[in-house]
């Protein structure tokens, strides 16, 4: 069977029409999917400051009833953290003003390649910070039974 070439060019039409109707909708799922992220991100932040705000609060009850050794040794530690946590923001900020120069699809991939590294450190600091966690557990019970013993009860 031969095809007309009228008939061809119809099929090409519907066909065009067809992939214009396909991107149409690509674009608006991308338009939505891209509120959505950032909405979710939105909240996110919102939400990250409100815990970081009660674990100021946490660790500022932590540090009212320590002795001033533990309360000089935890400044000079906040302190050199703090100076780190400046230097990887500010790296970051470097490198995102140099990826403002790429096509928008690799700042796209670039961003997301970053946020996934910096979720990694943060995981790694969690780590870190599980590991505090348990120690102090452990000191807290060995506090506990040396004390315990002699009668000792803390105030």
Known sequence: ???KLSDMFASL???AQDFEKRVEK?????????????ESAKKWRETAEQRQQDLDAQIKGYFNDASEQVKAQWNTAKTDWD???AKIKAKGEEMRVAAKDMHEED???WSEAYAANMVAYAQQVQEE???A?????????KAGKAAAPAGKKKA
């Open 26 to 38: 690509w674009q608006e799922d991308f338009r939505e999917r891209g509120e959505d992220m950032m």
């Open 133 to 141: 966690v348990a120690a102090a557990a452990e000191a807290r019970g």
């Open 107 to 109: 700042v796209a991939d």
């Open 83 to 85: 100076q780190e946590v």
């Open 129 to 131: 910070a599980s590991k």
């Open 1 to 3: 069977m031969v095809m």
């Open 13 to 15: 039409a519907r066909n």
